[in-house]
């Protein structure tokens, strides 16, 4: 669907969920952001592509925002459509979009050696399945401007903490940003607006700043790539209730700790914090690795908590008396 004068929001399929990437068709060539899953991509947004007349020759740019599978997947079939087009991402998440096995043990598998979480056998085939990789041609800093034809202009920005190197494109001409999975609400929901599952930032000092950066350029529309459009007020009670957030989660793991009486694991914080947080499935609760362990990485950091190693067994947390 158009939703401002040429840029486009392509819906695909996602388990229960939408996985929205975005084109903006200029006169002078054509940017895609994002690119589902090689299967989507091939039956969802390369026809869409097509109907669009966005041939092989008028796309111009392939940008991922993130080192997520479900941002990338499709960018090997998006190769082979358009073989001139220029892949880009952030110098950051490079490695990853360009390496699956790096993202599945570097992103997904974080967790493992320390606390033993990790995704499992089955999930890490499905992704490895779902997933077409291709050269990135441009390593990206954030600040880059893309020219679309007819004074068309749209920036590239660097809105990291979900990943370090999650970037947004801010399109001025329609008062709209376009950010993937650069901020998250108060949980990641299904088509149906339910929540799925925790939002997964993952540093929490830049993803505060990404939010208030956000909050300063006060979008008239906010693109995203598993929620609705949001459009006028909506927009900043999206990014206050991502904020909300961070805090509530922040203040519930400190009285956690504070009131653990020893030390805890982060699966057990995981476990025990979920149903405070939100009103996602209990089986998603694992997610929650992802902003706990960043917040707890701050507390570390602020001298509040230390990490009590367990030889052979997850580390443990513990609240400083």
Known sequence: ???????HRIETPFGPRVNAVYLFAGSRGSLL??????????????????????????????LTTHSDYDHMAGNAALREYAPAAAFVCHEL??????????????????????????ETDDT??????????????????????VDLGDGWRVTVLHTPGHSWGSISV???????????????????VTAEG??????????????????RAMRTLAPQTLLTSHYAIQRGPAVAEFLAES???????????????????????????????????GGWPQEAAAALFFPLSGHLERLAAYGLIELVPDPGRPVKVRWRD
């Open 1 to 7: 669907m158009e939703v401002a004068p040429g840029l």
């Open 33 to 62: 952001v994002d690119t589902a899953t090689d299967e989507t991509a091939r039956s969802h947004v390369i026809p869409y592509l097509q109907h669009a007349g966005v041939g092989p020759d008028r796309l111009r740019y392939v």
């Open 93 to 118: 998440d490079r490695p990853m979009i360009e390496d699956i096995e790096l993202m599945i043990t570097g992103r997904y598998g974080e967790f493992s050696a320390d606390h033993g979480h990790d």
């Open 124 to 145: 890490k085939a499905a992704i490895r399945a779902a997933t077409g990789t291709t050269p990135v041609d441009v390593g990206l800093q954030g600040g880059e401007v």
């Open 170 to 188: 801010h399109d001025p001409r329609s008062g709209t940003l376009v950010v993937g999975d650069a901020v998250l609400g108060n949980a990641v």
């Open 194 to 211: 339910e929540p799925a599952f925790p939002p997964t930032y993952r540093y929490v000092d830049t993803y505060v700043s990404t939010i």
């Open 243 to 277: 904020q909300a957030f961070v805090d509530r989660t922040e203040q519930t793991l400190r009285a956690e700790l504070r009131g653990a009486g020893g030390a805890v694991t982060v699966r057990e914080l995981t476990e025990k914090l979920s149903p405070e947080l």
